[in-house]
């Protein structure tokens, strides 16, 4: 195996898909990236046996071959070389590199033991906008559980139908959902589960720059496409929660507010909460237009803040774990948020005011 490529399009490659690679110590070829040298170009491939990232770069490829080396290792030392021509060949020794006033060899493991990733060529075939599904992670992967006793909630949930798309998660005291439409219609309706690890990745490489992603959905894995990059994930198995179920459909209370006012005077109130419970009574009082944020800490004393706001309905009151509607507030695009409410027992929601495929649900802390 010998090519030459500049030192921009190898670090470029290698920054795309070093994050797969695991540390696995029984399996130490999951360190790894896979590089191909073949007459079309060269690919680089990681994996950890559940998220698989291929990148594909330019280069010239004088004889073809295949070979494993550390992942990081070679991350990092061609990302501390010049912008210069990287020769790349392979010995008995290793792989040698070759750059400038440098020459490196690199020892590795044969590419004959690096996992095959899965074809998902047979699946079902969408495309959609890149900044549309870039906004749409954005807007919900925060709200994925954590907790990997429950799986099918510890991802991003994909429904497909005609042209439209909705992402959601959920970590069972909040859910936040997006809404799209995607360019190539779906011939059957979808239901997916993305791992969180594998949204975060696809998070990570969307680029403004890129017009368009495609999707391939199998019965256990998907694969995006982006420009020269490939995704390959598993999908969760399992049946996601009908949340829809939990939306209320109508409020007893409904407020407009400015959203940096709401967040600054939330923050200044969450310095009383009480540690653990980050417990915050908003009360809202329809006659003066004001909603009121209150928290009060032993050890610490009280707060209480009165903000002007447009008030449709009753008065209310409901406590809420200040985090969790401070991640939300965050996620809504608008200057102003719609906050509605029914009662103390039951979820809020917070939209925005010029978006309606924007939704975040929070559960209250009963009382």
């Not at 420009?227 to 929660?241: A, K, Q, S």
């Not at 009574?281 to 032993?298: E, F, M, P």
């Not at 509607?325 to 039951?346: N, W, Y």
């Amino acid at each position: 195996m010998k090519f030459i490529c500049t030192q921009e399009n190898l670090a470029r490659g290698l920054q795309i898909v070093n994050r797969a690679a695991s540390k696995n110590l029984a399996l130490p070829i999951l360190n790894n990236v896979l590089i191909q040298a073949e007459p079309k170009g060269i690919i680089l491939q990681t994996t950890n046996l559940e998220l698989g990232i291929t990148a594909h770069i330019r280069g010239k490829v004088e004889q073809p071959g295949r070979y494993t080396v550390q992942s990081r290792l070679l991350t990092d030392f061609v990302n501390l070389l010049e912008h210069e021509r990287v020769t790349c060949e392979l010995s008995a020794s290793g792989l040698t590199v070759v750059s400038g006033h440098t020459r490196t060899t690199m020892k590795g493991i044969s590419a004959d033991e690096f996992p095959v990733l899965p074809n998902v060529a047979d699946g079902v075939m969408t495309a959609a906008a890149s900044r549309l599904i870039q906004r749409g992670l954005e807007g919900v992967l925060f709200a994925a559980a954590n907790d990997e006793s429950r799986p099918e909630i510890s991802g991003v949930y994909l429904a497909l139908e005609g042209l439209s798309l909705v992402l959601a998660a959920t970590d069972s005291y909040r859910l936040a959902e997006r809404r799209a439409e995607i360019t190539q219609p779906v011939s059957a309706k979808r239901e997916i589960i993305i791992p969180a690890r594998a949204a975060q990745e696809l998070l990570r490489l969307l680029s403004p720059d890129e017009a368009e992603i495609t999707m391939t959905i199998g019965d256990n894995q998907a694969l995006v496409r982006l420009g020269e990059t490939e995704i390959v994930t598993r999908l969760i198995e399992g049946r996601y929660p009908d949340y829809q179920q939990i939306i209320p459909q109508q409020w007893q209370t409904k407020m407009t507010i400015g959203r940096e006012a709401l967040v600054t005077n939330i923050r200044a109130a969450s310095l009383f909460c009480k540690p653990g419970i980050n417990d915050l009574t908003i009360r809202v009082d329809s006659g003066r237009q004001q909603l009121v944020l209150q928290a009060a800490n032993a050890q610490l004393g009280e707060h209480e803040a009165r903000l002007e706001t447009k008030v449709e309905g009753q008065d209310n009151t409901i406590v809420f774990n200040y985090r969790y509607l401070l991640e939300g507030l965050q996620s809504i695009a608008d200057e102003e948020v719609i906050l509605e409410l029914t009662d103390s027992q039951a979820p809020g929601v917070i939209r925005g005011p010029s978006r309606r495929d924007e939704l975040y649900l929070l559960m209250p802390i009963r009382q």
